[in-house]
Antibody, heavy 124, light 110 residues
Framework: EVQLVQSGAEVKKPGESLKISCQGS????????IGWVRQMPGKGLEWMGI????????RYSPSFQGQVTLSADRSISTAYLQWDSLKASDTAMYYC?????????????????WGQGTKVTVSS | QSALTQPRSVSGSPGQSVTISCTGT?????????VSWYQQHPGKAPKLIIY???TRPSGVPDRFSGSKSGNTASLTISGLQAEDEADYYC???????????FGGGTKLTV
């Protein structure tokens, strides 16, 4: 079964650092892009960025550039989303998702496999 | 404010059809045929239901269909069922500076 499994919920204080994970299984991690999506409480989806599992090539949304860091460890088929200094406004659900590909093509902006989400709460 | 504009809510009765619009600009929806739609039930991860404007992934019922005209994409759900009640999000590729933008989401009530 193809799946993405994310790390568990986190409760942090402002100013703390955090790294959450997204482990892929059932497919070749190194041949797919993994995207990250934020969903603030009661709000819509926001695209944060994307990383290629093969060589960690990364693209960031201008809204999140410099605010977070994406990384990946291909040896364990895991992508990461990291903050150096959390803010209360980082409180949200974070999803990782695999970019959709068929046998012949990959599709920009389309994500077919999603993790279950990691809830991050930042509060003093 | 989201990059793509969707109505906040739509409603329909079982068996009816509804259409959800998604308005962008000539830099995203209008320029690229890379519009996708996602369905999200409460407390669940989003699910891809349309990609490349009109294509349904395997397993998605043909009651769901997508289209585009100019800067506006649309999702039509025909033969509404109670299980279709969810939030729906459009998404578009927006070039190699912005990359991907989502709509603000539409709550469908059946």
């Amino acid at each position: 079964e193809v799946q993405l499994v994310q790390s568990g919920a986190e409760v942090k204080k402002p100013g703390e650092s955090l790294k959450i994970s997204c482990q892929g299984s059932g497919y070749s991690f190194t041949t797919y892009w993994i995207g990250w999506v934020r969903q603030m409480p009661g709000k819509g989806l926001e695209w944060m960025g994307i990383i290629y599992g093969g060589d960690s090539d990364t693209r960031y949304s201008p809204s999140f550039q410099g605010q977070v860091t994406l990384s990946a460890d291909r040896s364990i088929s895991t992508a990461y989303l990291q903050w150096d200094s959390l803010k209360a406004s980082d409180t949200a659900m974070y999803y990782c998702a695999r970019r959709f590909c068929t046998d012949t093509s990959c599709y920009l902006g389309s994500y077919d496999i999603w993790g279950q989400g990691t809830k991050v709460t930042v509060s003093s | 404010q989201s990059a793509l504009t969707q109505p906040r809510s739509v409603s329909g009765s079982p068996g009816q059809s509804v259409t959800i619009s998604c308005t962008g600009t000539s830099s995203d929806v209008g320029r690229y045929n890379y519009v996708s739609w996602y369905q999200q039930h409460p407390g669940k991860a989003p699910k891809l239901i349309i990609y490349d404007v009109t294509t349904r992934p395997s397993g998605v019922p043909d009651r769901f269909s997508g289209s585009k005209s100019g800067n506006t994409a649309s999702l039509t759900i025909s033969g509404l069922q109670a299980e279709d009640e969810a939030d729906y999000y459009c998404c578009s590729y927006a070039g190699h500076s912005t990359f991907v933008v989502f709509g603000g989401g539409t709550k469908l009530t059946v």
